[in-house]
T-cell receptor, first 115, second 115 residues
Framework: AQTVTQSQPEMSVQEAETVTLSCTYDTSESDYYLFWYKQPPSRQMILVIRQEAYKQQNATENRFSVNFQKAAKSFSLKISDSQLGDAAMYFCAYRSGTNAGKSTFGDGTTLTVKP | GAVVSQHPSWVICKSGTSVKIECRSLDFQATTMFWYRQFPKQSLMLMATSNEGSKATYEQGVEKDKFLINHASLTLSTLTVTSAHPEDSSFYIC???????????FGPGTRLTVT
């Protein structure tokens, strides 16, 4: 079974600064996808960024980028120029490319942005 | 595009009654939908995978007679919590597979309170 570990229950960052959220996963599959989701107080899950395992290039979406280390099974999220609206719970997720497409979520990291 | 709705957004019911939660894909067809349960400040736990026209696949430990899932059309899946008890109180989230298959689109969630 796949597992996803987020070792930082809480993180804080000063507005305009950069913060990195950690995520490691364990799998024996070769076909999979990795995601970072944001869950604000409204609890609506919002896709932040995704990475296909077969792609070596790290995904980037505006201020959000990942450091995907496939051999180390690491998938960290970097948020640059942090904004107050970035405050939320962030979940790292693994999705199998085969096993009925099931997703496994980490326990989440609560990000606080200080003005 | 790729909008998923849930209804109701919140519901209060008495212990012993049943409650139905609807999950709809508004602008796309979803052959597969997923139902999750989330406790406060915790991760999403997959309850079941719902496939259009066939029986749902439940995760280990989820009572299929208690959590009835019906995926009657390509745009609608329903979760019925039967004989609800206070311990069933939780936040229930559905998601639907997008056109590309590997991306999930999440509904806004339903808060269930059983008194």
């Amino acid at each position: 079974a796949q597992t996803v570990t987020q070792s930082q229950p809480e993180m804080s960052v000063q507005e305009a600064e950069t913060v990195t959220l950690s995520c490691t996963y364990d799998t024996s599959e070769s076909d999979y996808y990795l995601f970072w989701y944001k869950q604000p107080p409204s609890r609506q899950m919002i896709l932040v960024i995704r990475q296909e395992a077969y792609k070596q290039q790290n995904a980037t979406e505006n201020r959000f980028s990942v450091n995907f280390q496939k051999a180390a099974k690491s998938f960290s999220l970097k948020i640059s120029d942090s904004q107050l609206g970035d405050a939320a719970m962030y979940f790292c997720a693994y999705r199998s490319g085969t096993n009925a497409g099931k997703s496994t979520f980490g326990d989440g990291t609560t990000l606080t942005v200080k003005p | 595009g790729a909008v998923v709705s849930q209804h109701p957004s919140w519901v209060i019911c008495k212990s012993g009654t049943s409650v139905k939660i609807e999950c709809r894909s508004l602008d796309f067809q979803a052959t597969t939908m997923f139902w999750y349960r989330q406790f406060p400040k915790q991760s999403l736990m997959l309850m079941a995978t719902s496939n259009e026209g066939s029986k749902a696949t439940y995760e280990q430990g989820v009572e299929k007679d208690k959590f009835l899932i019906n995926h009657a059309s390509l745009t609608l899946s329903t979760l019925t919590v039967t004989s609800a008890h206070p311990e069933d109180s939780s936040f229930y989230i559905c998601s639907a597979d997008g056109r590309e298959g590997f991306e999930q689109y999440f509904g806004p969630g339903t808060r269930l309170t059983v008194t």
